[in-house]
């Protein structure tokens, strides 16, 4: 998941950087120009998490695998602007705050295919301690879905599948077992409820 996430913020970051900086991971460093994201916390977002299995289905509408519920986590960022130029720092920052807008998701194309229909989305939040001088810091928290694999050791369907029915008292027949039938012996509901309508008749 993590690494999924940072290769759709490289794809979402770089068409809003100031030319010759780059998007990088990592811990701050002043080797380039560019936006430097370090992955300070993760958290898990229990709340938005799934709770039931998935079937996955062929074409036929056959069950060939489950998939477990989908757990979601929030990605805390320090992003920092590494740049000579003070406006070429602040332009770099400005495409941190262009991206982490809580009301858009991030395009379904730049992300993976086991994240791929399902949101993505950056915010802004606070940060638990002061930023390393002289530079400024932003918190940038990504909320992403880990999309744990399939299971697909599953159950063969069943091919054939059979019903007993007893009057009260009585076991029901077996399915596989031998078929009787004469006085007292019971083949099926519909020979109860018509020995109920003789019976009634008889009365």
Do not use: K
Not at 44 to 55: G, I, R, S, V, Y
Not at 82 to 106: H, N, S, T
Request: charged fraction near 25%; hydrophobic fraction near 45%; proline fraction near 11%.
């Amino acid at each position: 998941m993590i690494a999924e996430v940072n290769r759709a913020l490289s794809g979402l970051l770089a068409p809003l950087l100031p030319a010759g900086c780059e998007v990088r991971f990592g811990a701050p460093d002043a080797v380039a120009p560019g936006l430097v994201w370090f992955l300070a916390e993760v958290r898990e977002d229990e709340p938005a998490a799934e709770t039931e299995w998935a079937d996955v289905r062929d074409q036929g509408g056959r069950v060939v695998a489950r998939r477990p519920p989908v757990r979601r986590f929030d990605l805390h960022y320090d992003v920092t602007a590494e740049a000579a130029d003070a406006e070429v720092a602040a332009a770099l920052l400005d495409a941190a705050l262009i991206a982490a807008d809580p009301g858009r998701r991030v395009p379904a194309a730049l992300l993976d295919e086991s994240l791929a229909g399902r949101p993505v989305t950056l915010r802004l939040g606070e940060r638990g301690y002061a930023s390393r001088p002289p530079h400024t810091a932003l918190r940038v928290i990504v909320n992403a879905p880990l999309v744990l694999p399939v299971v697909t050791e599953v159950a063969a369907p069943a091919e054939d599948i059979r019903l007993g029915v007893a009057p009260p008292g009585r076991p029901a027949p077996s399915p596989s077992g031998p078929r009787r039938a004469g006085p007292g012996r019971w083949r099926s509901a519909a020979v109860e409820e018509e020995h109920h309508a003789v019976r009634g008749e008889a009365e």
